[in-house]
T-cell receptor
Framework: AQSVSQHNHHVILSEAASLELGCNYS??????LFWYVQYPGQHLQLLLK??????LVKGIKGFEAEFIKSKFSFNLRKPSVQWSDTAEYFC???????????FGQGTTLQVKP | EAQVTQNPRYLITVTGKKLTVTCSQN?????MSWYRQDPGLGLRQIYY???????DKGDVPEGYKVSRKEKRNFPLILESPSPNQTSLYFC???????????FGPGTRLTVT
């Protein structure tokens, strides 16, 4: 069965530290990839997405992610986190030509001021 | 304002009492979907709809029903709720499967 795995469940960083959140998926075909963020008490919102082309994609608020097809990975990065980045982050994968969207378990990021 | 709305936002009910959670979007989106969010499990897709009268199962459809009679609405029906359906439910919509999904505010359901 298709699945998405986020390696880190809870990450604590100090402001200005660099961030990398891992995401791996199990599906052999073409996929679309997403990172969503859920700030405390708010809706999920899209950070960035990959459909095709340049495997390094940039999103909002200084986030970026790199798709490495050979590793089935789509890791999220940010060079310098801020206290306002405290949130839960979800990786999601959509197998091509389906309406399914499969989420990872989520990573809670806590940034200490 | 473009948005996805869900009602009710909070609901406490008893086992076996049928309930419906409504979802409505004002963006003329073709695609709509329901998810449940549980601690440590992330979001899991319950059902989705590619267009009016077209629905399909997600990963956890058991115990749920949906209908898509009109484009803007996609209600989630629990015919006989059970305690294991206690969860946070999100509705989402998008222009199509190739586009980002816009999420509603969530409905927190407790079944006792």
């Amino acid at each position: 069965a298709q699945s998405v795995s986020q390696h880190n469940h809870h990450v604590i960083l100090s402001e200005a530290a660099s961030l990398e959140l891992g995401c791996n998926y199990s599906y052999g075909g073409t996929v679309n990839l997403f990172w969503y963020v859920q700030y405390p008490g708010q809706h999920l919102q899209l950070l960035l997405k990959y459909f095709s082309g340049d495997p390094l994609v940039k999103g909002i608020k200084g986030f970026e992610a790199e798709f490495i097809k050979s590793k089935f990975s789509f890791n999220l990065r940010k060079p310098s986190v801020q206290w306002s980045d405290t949130a839960e982050y979800f990786c999601a994968v959509r197998p091509s030509n389906t309406g399914k969207l499969i989420f990872g378990q989520g990573t809670t990021l806590q940034v200490k001021p | 304002e473009a948005q996805v709305t869900q009602n009710p936002r909070y609901l406490i009910t008893v086992t076996g009492k049928k309930l419906t959670v409504t979802c409505s979007q004002n963006m003329n989106h073709e695609y709509m979907s329901w998810y449940r969010q549980d601690p440590g499990l992330g979001l899991r897709q319950i059902y989705y709809s590619m267009n009016v009268e077209v629905t399909d199962k997600g990963d956890v459809p058991e115990g749920y029903k949906v209908s898509r009679k009109e484009k803007r609405n996609f209600p989630l029906i629990l015919e006989s709720p059970s305690p294991n359906q206690t969860s946070l439910y999100f509705c989402a919509s998008s222009s199509g499967t190739y586009y980002e999904q816009y999420f509603g505010p969530g409905t927190r359901l407790t079944v006792t």
